[in-house]
């Protein structure tokens, strides 16, 4: 599969428009695959809270499946022409719920380790960082349009995208290094992009 360089999406959201193209003309909607998003990104959180190895590579996989998905029902709602508010809000939900449960999933698993009862607290904290930076990107994006509100990318990259290292995270058990960093980056970003807000308002 060739990425096409002129095209202003993330790489991620390229690769999901390929993915489903071929269901433009099927029954598959794209609030079907916001449903199968939010199931996959809510088994992620799961897996991750039990606190053994395999489970948390099983979740990390569903996690990237999931976000994969997030792109693949926006994708899906352009070819088929149903971009409706509802779908929209919808997926919104879905995006704070996966991101919350992720975070909170990986705490809850790692309140065994030094952490103890922090992890869950930092967790919390990365979680509902990111869901109040999707809800923020969400207003700025209806106050100036979408391709002038996309996030900074260098070469199709954003950087949500660095989720999508959680495999190599959990296959070299990293777990304890990436609640920290989430926990102290997550709210920097947040802190970033209410400044943008702010601007916009002025």
Not at 160 to 173: A, G, M, N, Q, R
Request: aromatic residues 16%.
């Amino acid at each position: 599969m060739v990425i096409d360089r002129s095209d202003m999406r993330p790489w991620d959201a390229q690769i999901a428009f390929y993915l489903i193209y071929p269901l433009r003309n099927t029954f598959i909607t794209p609030n079907y695959l916001t449903t199968m998003r939010l199931i996959f990104g809510l088994l992620a959180g799961f897996f991750f809270s039990i606190g053994e190895y395999k489970y948390s590579n099983i979740g990390a996989y569903c996690f990237i499946f999931s976000n994969l998905l997030d792109h693949a029902d926006g994708e899906l709602a352009r070819l088929k022409n149903q971009i409706t508010t509802k779908g929209h809000v919808y997926d919104l939900i879905s995006d704070a719920l996966v991101n919350i449960s992720l975070f909170v999933g990986i705490g809850i698993g790692l309140m065994h380790s030094s952490l103890g009862f922090y992890s869950l607290l930092m967790g919390i904290i990365a979680g509902c960082s990111i869901a109040a930076i999707f809800y923020m990107r969400n207003i700025i994006e209806k106050k100036i349009g979408k391709d002038n509100a996309r996030q900074p990318n260098k070469s199709g990259f954003e950087a949500e995208d660095s989720l999508y290292t959680l495999p190599v995270i959990t296959y070299f058990k990293l777990d304890f290094y990436f609640i920290n960093a989430a926990a102290i980056g997550a709210p920097l970003f947040c802190i970033y992009v209410i400044k943008k807000y702010l601007e916009l308002k002025e």
